[in-house]
């Protein structure tokens, strides 16, 4: 378990450059707390926890021994104490065949890394211009390039897979992005007209856009980490409110919502909590239960659930951030159907990607920032 104690003031973030107010538990400020989490979680800890997380809910695969998956962390993708390390502060992972792909909130760089963690090469940085960033968040990769999420500017940057830069093109607050194939990608984006899911053609720009996240307590606020898509299902795309644990699903061609809901969770997600600051102003305090989602074994849906607490709860208080010993994975089907939950043995791993042999998982550690590798048993 990870107990963080620190005053309130160092908790919130104020994303000034957006344009709906919100403040959020800072995850900058949970990784600068020096404390150290517990990656040796023992076989009998991680059973209890997957107990409780399908406790709520009938999962289709719940005790069926041919998909019962387990994974055991391995290591660092890199050494922290090296003097000039790849990676100063991941945001997020996304792997392509054996490459590791890494937003660098830091330097406001993509990194692409061997499995060894070995940098392969760098673009981007600071600035304003076609190719660099003011702010780094999420990334999705093709077969022909990397695309980068330039959030305050309003833009995708588009990388060929050397690294080089390729274009940019033009998109309100993009919230996150995935892959469809070589030439094609989905961004989500609540600011754009006609629907939040967002077809972009590397030629062409913006092709067509259609579908709604399920933003059911969150319809007012913009936030630039709302959402997170993952595909697959033979021409699906999955829609995630990691802050209320929704769960939306679109057919890409028909543009059909097949299910929108959510899976019964052990404990509730926490709403806005509204607070009063010493100006009179009045300002919301958001609590995500989620990470990212991935398409994982058996080409199922993967959703990260990192936020609970290890009391059972969800994130729910600033002065209360004893994180659970595990991180939660829920599976699904392309249908929507809850199917069952694992685990990853170590707390606070918000962003997750499987490289192409599905047996190895690189993680983001959001409390330490940091890269984990974990290896299927």
Excluded at 37 to 59: F, K, R
Excluded at 65 to 81: C, K, W
Excluded at 321 to 349: E, H, K, M, Q
Aim: aromatic letters at 12%; charged letters at 20%.
């Amino acid at each position: 378990m990870k107990t963080i104690q620190f005053t309130l003031v160092f908790l919130i973030v104020l994303l000034s450059a957006c344009g709906h107010k919100g403040s959020e538990i800072s995850e900058s400020a949970i990784e600068n707390s020096g404390d150290s989490l517990n990656t040796a979680v023992g076989d009998s800890v991680a059973s209890d926890w997957i107990e409780y997380m399908q406790s709520s809910d009938d999962g289709f695969w719940e005790d069926m021994a041919e998909h019962e998956i387990s994974y055991r962390f391995s290591e660092h993708l890199y050494d922290e104490e090296d003097i000039e390390i790849p990676v100063y502060s991941p945001f997020a992972v996304c792997c392509f065949s054996d490459t590791i792909f890494v937003t660098d909130a830091a330097t406001k760089q993509v990194v692409a890394l061997d499995t060894g963690g070995t940098v392969l090469w760098k673009a981007g940085g600071s600035g304003e211009g076609p190719g660099e960033f003011s702010m780094m968040t999420t990334l999705a990769v093709s077969k022909s390039f990397v695309a980068a999420l330039n959030i305050h500017m309003d833009r995708v940057e588009l990388f060929n897979r050397d690294g080089s830069f390729a274009r940019s093109f033009r998109i309100t607050r993009p919230q996150d992005i995935v892959a469809l194939d070589d030439t094609t990608f989905i961004i989500g984006s609540t600011e754009e007209q006609s629907g939040d899911l967002h077809i972009l053609n590397t030629n062409r720009g913006i092709i067509r856009s259609f579908g709604q996240a399920d933003l059911d307590l969150y319809d007012w606020a913009y936030r630039p980490d709302l959402m997170r898509l993952c595909t697959g299902g033979d021409g699906r795309v999955a829609v995630f409110n990691r802050y209320e644990g929704l769960l939306s699903i679109y057919d890409i061609e028909t543009e059909e919502c097949v299910y929108s809901g959510n899976r019964d969770y052990p404990a509730d997600p926490t709403p806005p909590v509204f607070f009063t600051e010493s100006n009179g102003e009045t300002r919301p305090v958001l609590f995500p239960i989620g990470g990212n989602a991935f398409s994982g074994p058996e080409g199922m849906l993967n959703v990260v659930v990192c936020n609970y607490m290890d009391d059972g709860s969800f994130i729910s208080d600033p002065d209360y951030l004893d994180f659970a010993p595990v991180t939660g994975i829920d599976r699904y089907d392309w249908d929507g159907n809850y199917l069952d939950s694992y685990c990853l043995p170590d707390s606070c791993i918000n962003f997750v990607s499987p490289l192409s042999d599905e047996n190895t998982l690189i993680g983001r550690n959001f409390a330490e920032g940091v890269l984990c590798v974990f290896e299927k048993n």
